[in-house]
T-cell receptor
Framework: ETGVTQTPRHLVMGMTNKKSLKCEQH?????MYWYKQSAKKPLELMFV???????ENNSVPSRFSPECPNSSHLFLHLHTLQPEDSALYLC??????????????FGPGTRLTVT | AQTVTQSQPEMSVQEAETVTLSCTYD???????LFWYKQPPSRQMILVIR??????QNATENRFSVNFQKAAKSFSLKISDSQLGDTAMYFC?????????????FGTGTLLAVQP
């Protein structure tokens, strides 16, 4: 595997379900990010981890819970979601989140549908 | 407020022709980078080109070039000799540097269709 991978690629869940999204980067990076991509809206940054420490929570509802056990893995735990949470969730990584000079590499995304 | 505006939701261009995608942004900071990202249908977003705001010279990457007008806060992307593989959503973005966490600020995207 190379780059940034995400599983599953598609997920349909009911509002009472609990599920998790997984992201893995094979680039040796130290920073990882979760973004939400909705149609006709700019990408929204959700969370940032740098060297396994959360450095940014962009006012994300508590029904989204991130976890970063090491610099290569990032999870997004989902519970009691709302239909408006349906979107493409993108994971990204970069060398370090403290420098804007470092390119962010994106995964293919998980298409989430909440029914 | 830090924002990016892409005023062209959709564009179409004939293969081998040239197309320009527009982008304006708003920031009060002086230290930042500007980017164009490409997201092909059902594929990963990749970086197309990057411009350091302190550089006056416009960045180029093969068939892709930018027109960076710092005073006007404008950052357009020109694609020359368009190819079918250029069909994608294109996002303009910028990021400040020097803070504790530097956020990429994205526009809403321009969907480019290259016609054969």
């Amino acid at each position: 595997e190379t780059g940034v991978t995400q599983t599953p690629r598609h997920l349909v869940m009911g509002m009472t379900n609990k599920k998790s999204l997984k992201c893995e980067q094979h680039l040796g990076h130290n920073a990882m990010y979760w973004y939400k991509q909705s149609a006709k809206k700019p990408l929204e940054l959700m969370f940032v981890y740098n060297f396994k420490e959360q450095t940014e929570n962009n006012s994300v509802p508590s029904r989204f819970s991130p976890e970063c056990p090491n610099s290569s893995h990032l999870f997004l735990h989902l519970h009691t979601l709302q239909p408006e949470d349906s979107a493409l969730y993108l994971c990204a990584s970069s060398q370090d989140s403290t420098s804007g000079a470092y390119e962010q590499y994106f995964g293919p995304g998980t298409r989430l549908t909440v029914t | 407020a830090q924002t990016v505006t892409q005023s062209q939701p959709e564009m179409s261009v004939q293969e081998a022709e040239t197309v320009t995608l527009s982008c304006t942004y708003d920031t009060s900071e002086s230290n930042y980078y500007l980017f164009w990202y490409k997201q092909p249908p059902s594929r990963q977003m990749i970086l197309v080109i990057r411009q350091e705001a302190y550089k006056q010279q416009n960045a180029t990457e093969n068939r892709f070039s930018v027109n960076f007008q710092k005073a006007a806060k404008s950052f357009s992307l020109k694609i020359s000799d368009s190819q079918l593989g250029d069909t994608a959503m294109y996002f303009c973005a910028f990021i400040h540097y020097g803070g504790a966490t530097n956020k990429l600020i994205f526009g809403t995207g321009t969907l480019l269709a290259v016609q054969p």
